[in-house]
């Protein structure tokens, strides 16, 4: 059985999918150029794990709370740092550069059902079972109001380190990356580690009650076992 961490793409990620993996199909290096679709993709891509993994969070938060704007600020730290990048680099490759930036995306679009029954792509990532386990406890005990701040702080952590290492640290394994790339990727995990290790460590202590059940109840419902 497979453990995975996803969330459900948006309608024009699953086009973007389709688009590029139809393109790349069975091996072959398509004529027409592809830089600036992949582009597109990889950038929608990255928004979309931004806002299920960091704004969307606090959706419910009341009024007189301060998360959704520290959210904000490390949400559009994180986007315009990737966003950069993913031009900088993406957009000066030939399609033959870019083929395995096609493989990458196709490991990360899995097809599961969704809440109605109905077959949908999902951005996810494969989690161990002792990752899935302890996400599972820590989680939908949380959920259900069995507040323990230090364990939801310590867990999100680690999942943290898990997603950047799936969504930013594997998509720059794909590409063959030239000094100057190299540096810019390197700045960009910086960022994108420091900000979020830094949200996380302000968020969880600040909030309520309720915030910590939906915020936990949020997580949880990203888990699949199929």
Same mark, same amino acid.
């Given at each position: ?7 459900? !793409? ?8 389709? !688009? ?6 069975? /091996? ?42 520290? %959210? ?25 550069? %870019? ?18 029954? /109905? ?7 494969? %989690? ?33 380190? %898990? ?24 700045? /960009? ?5 420091? /900000? ?31």
């Amino acid at each position: 059985m497979s453990k995975l961490f996803a969330f459900a !793409a948006s309608p024009a990620l699953q086009e973007d999918f389709q !688009a590029v993996i139809a393109a790349y199909a069975d /091996g072959n290096i398509p004529k027409a150029p592809q830089s600036a679709r992949i582009v597109q993709l990889a950038q929608r891509y990255a928004d979309e794990i931004v806002d299920a993994l960091v704004l969307n969070l606090l959706n419910g938060a009341e009024a007189d709370s301060a998360a959704p704007k520290a %959210l904000e600020t490390v949400a559009s730290l994180i986007k315009g740092t990737v966003h950069t990048l993913i031009k900088q680099v993406l957009s000066k490759l030939d399609n033959k550069e %870019l083929q395995p930036v096609a493989a990458y995306v196709a490991t990360r679009r899995t097809i599961l059902k969704d809440a109605e029954g /109905g077959e949908r792509d999902y951005i996810s990532f494969d %989690l161990s079972d002792a990752d899935f386990a302890r996400f599972d406890a820590v989680w939908s005990a949380n959920a259900a109001g069995q507040i323990d701040k230090a364990a939801l702080n310590e867990t999100m952590l680690r999942f943290s380190t %898990l997603a950047i290492a799936a969504f930013y640290e594997d998509s720059a394994k794909a590409l063959k990356l030239g000094f100057i790339a190299r540096n810019l990727f390197n700045v /960009g995990h910086g960022a994108i580690g420091k /900000g979020s290790q830094l949200a996380i460590n302000r968020l969880i202590p600040a909030l309520r009650e309720k915030e910590v059940r939906d915020f936990a109840a949020y997580f949880h419902g990203m888990l699949r076992a199929t």
